[in-house]
């Protein structure tokens, strides 16, 4: 067999756990992704050529697999790792993402779909047959993580933060808008109070739109002290950022905020982002609350009303 991959990872768990997060993720960082893959095609996958355009023969590999895989067989998943161990060979590890059965059930009933173990059944008696069923990789697995309280977005940070490499280049630059409303994001390194810009929630024809409508970021942007603000802050990110960089710090996040998270963040996590690509970084920016619903009894008057 050709171990040819620096790193493989397996990449398993329950179904809604967020496998679909981990996968896109670990792409977007280079990673070669294969999901739902027979057993029966993993040797040969591991003996295929490197696509064309591969930058190396180091690329990591990560392949998802679960209980909708076909000739899915944990125990015999096991053993086949087991096997493939290798001093001299690839690094193969096991992600397993695990979640609690009342955060699950609530998941599948937002989306309405069904589960894969529980197709003419409640969500709940699929759930706890695939936990049974998935005991021996968790058992094997030699990473875990409880997705229970993490949005998609926290579970991409993580996933980030622990498969990037310190030796892929830039750092993970993250930008996002979020409300105050429902608190700060965890792992923010530097976070930027936007509730001094006068607020769109109270005009009534800008409430309903957000920071991306042209019409609530023409009157966020006429704000007395806004060109001067933001524009310093973009100066502060642009001198900081090297020097993370230089400090081998792998993530960097950073975060805007507004009482309700729809917005004065949003309008500035927008233009921040630009500036910074124009810069020549390469942001992800993200809107946490973009989609949650206005609060008036929590917004205050913005300044000059």
Wanted: hydrophobic share 35%; glycine share 10%.
């Amino acid at each position: 067999m050709t171990r040819d991959r620096k790193h493989i990872v397996l990449v398993t768990g329950m179904s809604g756990a967020g496998k679909s997060t981990v996968l896109k993720t670990l792409e977007d960082l280079g990673w070669e992704v294969v999901d739902n893959l027979p057993l029966l095609l993993l040797d040969r996958l591991l003996d295929a050529p490197l696509p064309e355009g591969s930058p190396d023969d180091s690329q990591p590999l990560a392949i998802g697999i679960g209980a909708r895989t076909r000739d899915f067989d944990p125990d015999r998943i096991v053993r086949r790792l087991r096997d493939m161990r290798d001093p001299n060979g690839p690094e193969i590890s096991t992600l397993f993402l695990d979640c609690a059965g009342p955060e699950l059930e609530r998941r599948y009933s937002e989306t309405r779909r069904r589960h894969p173990l529980a197709l003419d059944r409640p969500a709940s008696g699929g759930i706890d047959r695939e936990r049974a069923l998935l005991k021996p990789l968790r058992d094997w697995a030699n990473r875990l993580i409880d997705t229970t309280a993490m949005s998609a977005n926290e579970l991409a940070q993580v996933i980030r933060t622990g498969f990037a490499g310190g030796d892929r280049g830039e750092p993970i630059l993250s930008v996002r808008s979020f409300g105050f409303s429902r608190g700060v994001p965890r792992n923010a390194d530097l976070v930027f109070d936007m509730r001094f810009l006068r607020n769109p929630h109270w005009d009534a024809q800008l409430r309903p739109g957000t920071g991306l409508d042209a019409d609530v970021s023409a009157y966020i942007a006429a704000d007395p002290a806004y060109e001067a603000a933001v524009g310093r802050i973009e100066d502060l990110l642009i001198l900081l950022l090297p020097r993370y960089r230089a400090e081998g710090k792998s993530y960097v996040t950073v975060a805007f905020g507004c009482t309700g998270g729809r917005h004065r963040s949003v309008h500035v996590t927008e233009r921040v982002g630009a500036r910074l690509r124009e810069a020549g970084f390469s942001p992800t920016v993200s809107h946490r609350d973009l989609g949650a619903a206005p609060q008036d009894s929590l917004e205050g008057p913005s300044v000059g009303t």
